[in-house]
Structures are given as structure tokens and as C-alpha cells.
């Protein structure tokens, strides 16, 4: 009995796994707190106004329209702490040893820039679909079976993009195009993504803001941790094969290493 509480028992692992992720998603959390705050001003009143707002089409998609354009700026923080969350889970995934917090911030600031980038061109694009289905949304039912199967495909895409900045030096146009081939080659594990990450709102939707606290501790991670453990296998086919070194190789390398940092 006792050594189930040991240290390198699978329960201990599995609750200290548990823990990091929790805590990388407080950290993700951090920087969706503008965009947050940002979409709770803009798109308040449709909830507060209720059905009289919400039944009114062109004033919903004007709501939806000022949140979107103030969006764009907010959602710029988003970008690198995807990056960086998707870099520390694949770490946990495959139990790569790592300083949480020290190695989110470090991958926070490598991917900085080109994350914003493409965080704002995921914005750009999903709000001008959503903005597009709203306003065209009357047309009949073979336009909504278009928009869906537009939105899945490019959904797909879009859970790779920041995994793989995470993990692949490449340029925008770079990450994108091979965003788009990896959902293509694991169509079967994107789908499992897919549906991964609605988990949250299908939380929402049956148990309402009950279960707001475990989003706040598991939200994004925890959807995150299933996408790490489902791409992880797919990544390794395009990562640099390790060489095998003996100690003495290995140890000289280590000493290079530090006279090179000297």
C-alpha cells in the first residue's frame, strides 16, 4: 500500500503531471487576461440586453464586429503564451525534465514576435468567418454545410500552428503551409484534437459556470496536455534523429559546450 505513494509511482507521477499542467495553464491564463476583459466589455450588453439585443441581427453583428477589431490587439499576448504553453506540455508529455515557469517565459520570449503574428492572423481569419456567417447566415442550409466544413479545416490547421512554432524554427509562411499538412497527414489525431479542445465549452453547456473554477486550472492546458499527447508521436517524425554517444563522447561535448559558453 505504501508504495503507491512513493515517489516514482505511477499515481504520484500522474498528480505531479496534474499539478504542472495545472500551473502552466494559470500561467496561459495570465496573458488571455486582456482579450478576457476585452471581450466581456464589447460583448456584455448581448447578454445583459438578453433576448431583445440577441434578436436583433444587426446589432448583435455590430457587438460581435467592435469586439472582434479591439480583439485583434488584445489577443496579441495570446500568441507567444500558446507557444510557450504548447513547448512545456510537449516537455511534460514526454517527461523531459524542466523548470516550468523558467522554461515558459524563456519560450514566451524566443517566439515573441512571429507568434503575435500569427495570433493575430488566426484572429484576423476567425473573426472575419464568424462576422461572414452572421451576416450570410439566411442563405440556406448548403451555405452552412460550406461554412462548417471551411471552419473545420481550418480549425484543424490552427491547433498545429503553435505547437509546431513551439517546436520547429521555421518562417510564418513556413509554419502555416506545414499546419496544414500535418492536419492533412493525422487527419485521425487532428479530429481527436478537435474534439479535445471543445471540451470546455461542452462543459460549459451542461454544468454552466459551475465549472468555471476547474477551466480556470485546466481550461486551456488541460486540452492542451490531450493535443501534446496526441501530436507527440507525429513530431518526432520530423525531428532530428539523436545520435548514439558513448560517456566519453558524451562527456567531451558537455566540456565543449562550456567552453564555448566561457
Known sequence: MGRIFDLDS????????????????????IFAIPLIVELYITLGPI??????????????????????????????????????????????????ESYITKTFFKSYKQNFKQSSILMILQFLVGGILLLDFMITSGRGNIF??????????????????????AKFENTLLGT??????????ALPRSVAMVLATLLP??????WDYKIVPI???LGIAGPG??????YSDT?????PKEENLTEEEELDNAIKKIDDES
Not at 462548417?148 to 512554432?165: E, T, V, W
Not at 502555416?176 to 497527414?185: D, G, R, T
Not at 465549452?201 to 451542461?206: A, C, E, N, R
Not at 513530431?235 to 525531428?239: A, D, L, S, V
Open 47 to 96: 447578454f445583459v440586453g438578453g433576448v431583445e439585443i440577441a434578436s436583433n441581427t444587426e446589432l448583435t453583428i455590430n457587438y460581435v464586429f467592435w469586439a472582434w477589431a479591439f480583439g485583434i490587439i488584445c489577443s496579441i499576448p495570446m500568441g507567444p503564451a500558446l507557444t510557450a504553453m504548447h513547448f512545456v506540455l510537449l516537455k511534460i508529455v514526454r517527461d523531459e
Open 215 to 217: 477551466i480556470i486550472l
Open 225 to 230: 496536455y490531450l493535443c501534446a499527447s496526441l
Open 235 to 239: 513530431f518526432r517524425k520530423f525531428e
Open 10 to 29: 505511477p499515481l504520484m507521477k500522474g498528480l505531479s503531471k496534474l499539478a504542472d499542467v495545472m500551473w502552466v495553464n494559470v500561467l496561459t491564463i
Open 201 to 206: 465549452i461542452l462543459f460549459l453547456y451542461f
Open 176 to 185: 502555416i503551409k506545414n499546419a496544414f499538412l500535418v492536419s492533412v497527414m
Open 144 to 165: 452552412r454545410y460550406v461554412f462548417f466544413a471551411i471552419a473545420l479545416i481550418l480549425y484543424m490547421a490552427s491547433l498545429y500552428i503553435f505547437p509546431l512554432q
